[in-house]
């Protein structure tokens, strides 16, 4: 299968501790996104890359959170000093190009912050 | 930035009747609205998506529409079946000069099918 992946399915942290949340896009996608879906609620927005590019992190809660995409492939979503509210399903997409595409997503990695 | 509204929140047909699901947005540059179909524990599936040079899109039982002028777009499900049960949400794209066409997303419809 050639969907996007993402990994942890799972992951339990202590609040206070830090997380790294990988995503793989589909191969050749140029845009990459991150989203957090609380539960029972749509989807928001976090950051977006065109290939190594980080143009929008508008969404992003604070400076705890931080995303990278180094060699415009694989990105790594970084949670520093977690806190509850950071518990959420944190859900990645990749589209094929710049523009207006349809986003294909992960199953998410599920984040519950103790 | 973009707002976008979603009707109802929960919506229980019976099996084999319609359902529609309706949305409206605020920005008036934006012009792609997908919607996704996401079951319990599983990522969103893209099930359709509309741009705004088109009034309406079908693909078998799914059909979506957009009135540009109201803001708002619908989505209609014909002859609903059990698996059709899941959370649909709608979604807008706000347009950038940056590229950046991260989706604004509706709070989503629960749509039970009732044997």
């Known amino acids: 299968g050639a969907g996007v992946s993402q990994s942890p399915r799972y992951k339990v942290a202590k609040r206070g501790q830090d997380v790294a949340l990988r995503c793989d896009p589909i191969?050749?996608?140029?845009?990459l996104f991150w989203y957090q879906q609380a539960l029972g609620q749509g989807p928001e927005f976090l950051t977006y890359?065109?290939?190594?590019?980080?143009?929008?992190k508008s969404g992003l809660p604070s400076d705890r959170f931080f995303a990278e995409r180094p060699e415009g492939s694989v990105s790594t979503l970084k949670i520093q000093r977690t806190q509850q509210e950071d518990s959420a399903v944190y859900l990645c997409?990749?589209?094929?190009?710049?523009?207006?595409?349809?986003?294909?997503f992960g199953d998410g990695t599920r984040l519950s912050i103790l | 930035g973009e707002n976008v509204e979603q009707h109802p929140s929960t919506l229980s047909v019976q099996e084999g009747d319609s359902a529609v699901i309706k949305c409206t947005y605020s920005?008036?540059?934006?012009?792609?609205f997908p919607w996704y179909k996401q079951e319990l524990g599983k990522r969103p599936q893209l099930i359709i998506d509309?741009?705004?040079?088109?009034g309406e899109k079908k693909d078998q039982r799914i059909a979506v529409t957009l009135n540009k002028t109201a803001k708002h777009f619908s989505l209609h499900i014909t002859e609903t079946q059990p698996e059709d049960s899941a959370v649909y949400f709608c979604?807008?794209?706000?347009?950038?000069?940056?590229?950046?066409?991260?989706?604004?997303f509706g709070k989503g419809t629960h749509l039970i099918i009732q044997p």
């Open positions: 997409a990749s589209s094929l190009t710049v523009s207006n595409q349809p986003q294909h």
């Open positions: 191969s050749g996608h140029v845009s």
């Open positions: 890359f065109q290939n190594e590019a980080q143009l929008d």
């Open positions: 920005d008036s540059a934006s012009n792609y």
């Open positions: 509309i741009r705004s040079n088109v």
């Open positions: 979604a807008a794209s706000p347009t950038s000069g940056g590229g950046a066409d991260g989706l604004t």
